[in-house]
């Protein structure tokens, strides 16, 4: 799990311990990442930590080499952590460079660096199932609906980020179809998190587990059965459009 430490990160790792799951606190600062730990550790719930920066290709092989030398292979990866920047709020056509390549290599390479590392392990799982947290911002269909509940949201660097997403979920879920791992993507709602100064509207709790709906959210994704989907893309109230 990515960006486990805090916000939503932290709410899917706890109901995925919840569950009996052995949870690995992927963070950047790995004092966070024990305090966190810790206390899904008061839960009763089997939390380790490992320090994994996304944008850190030495943290992420290293991460790799921790996890098959302690457990052999992973059984659910989350990609979770992800950022916006405050500079990404002006018209799209205004948007500095840096601001693209810097939310990029975050939500976009982070998450094809670190899925590219642990898949071996992955397939070394009876059931391998990996997670990519994504947004109703990077849908196609509903940026170009201009009654989309947030069509004014036109945040070039993130919104596109995530479409990059969950067009890797897709190519990955090609490649890997004749596997029994499941890739799916996750738009978790409007929750409030550091991402968006805690101004959404649902709580983690409701992003990571909806409690209406299909509740087709990260951990319902993360914990599907062999003959669940693989290559959608999904929200609590099932399938969203690309």
């Given at each position: 799990m990515t960006g486990a430490n805090k916000g939503i990160g932290y709410e899917i790792a706890r109901q995925l311990g919840s569950r009996g799951a052995t949870v690995i606190v992927g963070s950047r600062d790995i004092g966070r990442g024990e305090e966190a730990a810790n206390k899904?550790?008061?839960?009763?719930?089997?939390?380790?930590?490992?320090?994994?920066?996304?944008?850190?290709?030495?943290?992420?092989?290293?991460?790799?080499?921790?996890?098959?030398?302690?457990?052999?292979?992973?059984?659910?990866?989350?990609?979770?952590?992800?950022?916006?920047?405050?500079?990404?709020?002006?018209?799209?056509?205004?948007v500095d460079i840096e601001t693209l390549r810097h939310t990029y290599e975050t939500n976009v390479f982070?998450?094809?660096?670190?899925?590219?590392?642990?898949?071996?392990?992955?397939?070394?799982?009876?059931?391998?199932?990996?997670?990519?947290?994504?947004?109703?911002?990077?849908?196609l269909t509903q940026n170009s609906d201009p009654n989309y509940e947030f069509a004014n949201s036109k945040l070039l660097a993130y919104n596109s980020s995530k479409t990059a997403v969950n067009a890797i979920t897709v190519l990955l879920a090609a490649e890997l179809k004749d596997?029994?791992?499941?890739?799916?993507?996750?738009?978790?709602?409007f929750t409030a998190?550091?991402?968006n100064q805690y101004q959404?509207?649902?709580t983690v709790e409701q992003g990571a587990i909806p409690t209406g709906g299909y509740a087709y959210a990260a951990v319902k994704l993360?914990?599907?059965?062999?003959?669940?989907?693989?290559?959608?893309?999904f929200d609590e109230n099932g399938v969203v459009p690309w």
């Open positions: 899904l550790r008061l839960s009763q719930i089997d939390a380790r930590t490992i320090q994994l920066d996304v944008s850190d290709q030495k943290t992420i092989d290293s991460a790799a080499k921790q996890i098959e030398g302690e457990f052999g292979k992973l059984d659910i990866l989350v990609n979770n952590a992800g950022i916006a920047s405050d500079n990404d709020r002006l018209p799209p056509s205004q982070g998450v094809f660096a670190v899925t590219k590392a642990l898949l071996p392990l992955l397939k070394k799982s009876e059931a391998g199932r990996i997670v990519n947290l994504s947004s109703g911002l990077g849908s596997t029994p791992i499941k890739i799916n993507a996750a738009d978790p709602g998190t550091d991402i959404g509207y649902r993360a914990t599907l059965p062999n003959d669940g989907s693989s290559g959608g893309f």
